[in-house]
T-cell receptor, first 114, second 112 residues
Framework: DGGITQSPKYLFRKEGQNVTLSCEQN?????MYWYRQDPGQGLRLIYY???????QKGDIAEGYSVSREKKESFPLTVTSAQKNPTAFYLC?????????????FGPGTRLTVL | QQQVKQSPQSLIVQKGGISIINCAYE??????FPWYQQFPGKGPALLIA?????SEKKEGRFTISFNKSAKQFSLHIMDSQPGDSATYFC???????????FGTGTRLKVLA
């Protein structure tokens, strides 16, 4: 089955720790995205990547880092610099440049800082 | 100017009724307007989408109405069912970019 997988589903972190969220897709999509979802605030873009070895900051990139070493993988690291990391994190992918390329979302990772 | 304003925040509809969710925008460079459906604990899934050169698009019980001059678009769910209970997000994308702007979501509850 083609799709996007995110792991883990739930993640608990102590303050001061970095954690990495995994995102893998087998849709052969060029573009991948990370969003943060908080209650009542919709989806906010953290980082996106158009091609391998290239990525761009979104609207709320501070305290986060990403890498794109492989087409199918786009891991997100939540660093200790992120002041309020507790949220639902969503990864998405799309075909790439061109009009109307649909974004497909993964099932999400819920991160809780203890 | 980059915002997409969505209303209402929550909506309760009787089974068989019509659910209507509205979105408004300012940026005239937006060229693609999708609606997503999200169930609790799941990622959003594309429901239906429209381009600004079309005033209405219908897929089954779901219809998007688009008013370019008013910069508004809305989702209509006909014959609403309890299984439609979910959060719905509108979104907009600027042509030639990868960035989507999402509305804040509408939590729909359809009573049996």
């Amino acid at each position: 089955d083609g799709g996007i997988t995110q792991s883990p589903k739930y993640l608990f972190r102590k303050e001061g720790q970095n954690v990495t969220l995994s995102c893998e897709q087998n849709l052969n999509h060029d573009a991948m995205y990370w969003y943060r979802q908080d209650p009542g605030q919709g989806l906010r873009l953290i980082y996106y990547s158009q091609i391998v070895n290239d990525f761009q900051k979104g609207d709320i990139a501070e305290g986060y880092s990403v890498s794109r070493e492989k087409k199918e993988s786009f891991p997100l690291t939540v660093t200790s610099a992120q002041k309020n990391p507790t949220a639902f994190y969503l990864c998405a992918s799309s075909i790439g440049w061109g009009s109307y390329n649909e974004q497909f979302f993964g099932p999400g990772t819920r991160l809780t800082v203890l | 100017q980059q915002q997409v304003k969505q209303s209402p925040q929550s909506l309760i509809v009787q089974k068989g009724g019509i659910s209507i969710i509205n979105c408004a925008y300012e940026n005239t460079a937006f060229d693609y307007f999708p609606w997503y459906q999200q169930f609790p604990g799941k990622g959003p899934a594309l429901l239906i989408a429209i381009r600004p050169d079309v005033s209405e698009k219908k897929e089954g019980r779901f219809t998007i109405s688009f008013n370019k001059s008013a910069k508004q678009f809305s989702l209509h769910i006909m014959d609403s069912q309890p299984g439609d209970s979910a959060t719905y997000f509108c979104a907009a994308r600027t042509s030639g970019t990868y960035k989507y702007i999402f509305g804040t979501g509408t939590r729909l509850k359809v009573l049996a």
